[in-house]
């Protein structure tokens, strides 16, 4: 699987090619699909199809320049709902209003996605009825984009695209190929299945209704004075993305976070921690209701063993020769959850800059946690602040699953995949 998360960019082709998800798992799942104008368009009814096989209930909306390409009654009548088509319509707000139809997506589809749609999207416009759906609804968005190869590429295009994804937009494809437009390159509408198959991904199994996720992440910060601390690199990208995914998945979702400037996911609680010692406070007091706990977090191991309540000057050390500070241990949070792990399914990161897999196979026997997930952070692209990640899952009995680079947010789906398996297994 490649990356994207939303927390998530997938390339069609890969999607397809993954099938984590047969057709039939989307079981009246309530899917908003939204057509804007470009050639690709004609595809939408194709893709209603393969919704609506998939199990779906799809309703569509349309913007005026989508109906050049389909028709509103195509659209009708295979999804067997009237269509959005104007904004402001007495008698489409009279059967359902465009809020209404917000509040009733689960999933909102915007396929294709022009570049002008996606620009809208980026910047908040409500102008149109696709636009005006997308500003409303709390649903994920799915965004299949389709356009000329250069608007593609254009730097306009792609910081919206950063701006969407940043706020948990996902996006697959375009793939690559001969365009309409006589150019060859990226900007062809993934394949209608492959959409379909992403659906299903972003909607999210309800395979941890039930399950009280205690997530960490993000890096510590360790006071030095009232101005400085000792810290690290984490951005909480994968914790948050991890945090995420598993409320999509039904379960009650507890995320302990460090210092992290990634906006909270929908339908998690977030707890904001500073050091070490506030994290491990706040991991044992919402322990008790934790069925599962995935400890994401950099933790500082040390921290100074004075922290001076005021800004310590430059007058008050030794003038002209260096400062040794004094560290002192912090408490190995993961082990000491391992240790009062009863039932509970425990997870740790270990990020290393080599012997990944040995390294990773002694911190998980040193604290005793149910899977180690091993990252090497020297690879490029992936590890710290990067929005992919390049992982091996290190199990007890010693095997080993080698995941291809792929985004944090499918690092989380193949995370939890395992966590559903388990806590199948475990019956
Ligand atoms: N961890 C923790 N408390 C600490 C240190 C680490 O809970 N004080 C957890 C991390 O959240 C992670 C796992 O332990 O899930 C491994 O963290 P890592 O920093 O890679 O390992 P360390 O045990 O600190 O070993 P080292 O720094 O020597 O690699």
Redesign the pocket.
Known sequence: MPDNPLDVFVSGANFAASKRFSRGKMNQRRVLLAVTGGIAAYKAPELVRALTRAGCVVRCAMTPAAHEFVTPLVLQTLSGESVVTELFDLTQESEIGHIALADWAELLIVAPATANTIAKLAHGLADDPVSTLALATRAPILLAPAMNVNMWRHAATQQNLEVLRARGVRCIGPDSGELACGWDGEGRMSDPVAIADAAALALGSEGLAGEVVLV?AGGTREALDAVRYLGNRSSGKMGFAIAREAARRGAEVILVAGPSAVETPSGVRRVDVES?SEMRDAVFSELDRATIVV???????FRPAEASPRKIKKEDLPAGRGVTLELVQ??????EVCRAKGDRIVV?????SHDLVE?ARR?LAR?GCDLMVANDITRQGAGFDADDNVVVFVWPAGEIEELPPMSKSDVAAQLLDRMEKLRAGKG
Do not use: P, R, S, Y
């Open positions: 960490t070490a400890k994401a977090a950099a933790v500082a191991d912090n408490a190995d949070i993961l082990a740790g990161f270990a990020a290393e390294a911190k604290k």
